[in-house]
């Protein structure tokens, strides 16, 4: 793009964030997708449940692209940043869902066994206690996650060498959600490449996914924005990588009740 470094910050900085629309990076950066198509994949299994949760659904985009027609009788998501709850709500209710304002570290607000279907698409925070004691018998998590490793080159360029964890790698969360009494019938990680075409749009993905790079603001880290401005500017592109894992785990028909509590 041609904007001056200011002009592209200033509009970066103007941009709405609320919600989970990445459309806003339209003509400025390139994600490459799961080959596994989650959205499509969850109107399926939306199709067949009976009754489904969608946990921290954000503004709701995914669970309504999954198609009204394919929710089931009783359709209920969950979001706990009240931007996002709000535009949530006005596009999922209409549609015959209905959204419960719940904070992602908070107990999920529902009898045990409630659901045949519980489904997230990259949660903040995974319990895996609480999706197996809202399960029902026999039924699944479906859910695509944000796997390890996820955009370090971008998070390295700003906060420089770090420790990266492993509480999100894909084996580690299998673990986690047999620790919980789930069965893991499927799991799939694939690494995807993430290209930013302008210093702007690098910004607004700062500000939007705010655990990239956890103390960001555009005041704060202005002349490491300008060094990736004229980076950019020489090589055309600014790469990270993303991670994605697709997880299904089931819970067993003869789960003890006891496995069933938070604290378990």
Avoid: C
Wanted: charged share 25%; proline share 6%; aromatic share 8%.
């Amino acid at each position: 793009m041609n904007s001056s470094f200011d002009d592209l910050l200033a509009e970066a900085e103007a941009a709405p964030v609320d919600g989970w629309d990445f459309s806003w990076l339209a003509g400025r950066a390139t994600e490459q997708r799961p080959s596994w198509g989650y959205q499509r994949l969850l109107g399926e299994r939306l199709s067949a449940a009976s009754a489904a949760l969608d946990v921290q659904t954000g503004g709701g985009e995914v669970l309504a692209g999954a198609g009204a027609a394919n929710f089931p009788r009783t359709m209920v998501a969950t979001e706990g940043w009240p931007p996002n709850a709000a535009k949530a709500t006005a596009l999922l209710h209409p549609l015959g869902a209905v959204l419960v304002t719940v904070p992602e570290d908070a107990p999920l607000p529902f009898a045990d066994g409630a659901f045949d279907l519980v489904t997230s698409r990259q949660p903040a925070v995974v319990h895996w206690a609480e999706i197996a004691r809202v399960l029902a018998p026999g039924g699944s998590y479906v859910a695509q996650h944000v796997g390890g490793r996820t955009n370090v080159e971008l998070s390295a360029f700003f906060l420089g060498p770090f420790e990266v964890g492993d509480t999100r790698e894909h084996e580690v969360e299998a673990a986690q959600a047999r620790a919980a009494g789930l069965e893991v019938v499927q799991l799939r990680n694939e690494r995807l490449r993430l290209e930013f075409f302008d210093v702007g749009a690098v910004a607004w993905f700062l500000r939007k996914v705010i655990w990239t790079v956890p103390d960001f603001s555009v005041q704060r880290y202005r002349e490491r924005l300008r060094e990736l401005h004229e980076l950019i500017g020489r090589e055309g592109v600014f790469v990270s990588t993303m991670s994605r894992t697709l997880i299904e785990a089931r819970r067993p028909v003869d789960l003890p009740a006891r496995r069933l509590t938070p604290d378990a």
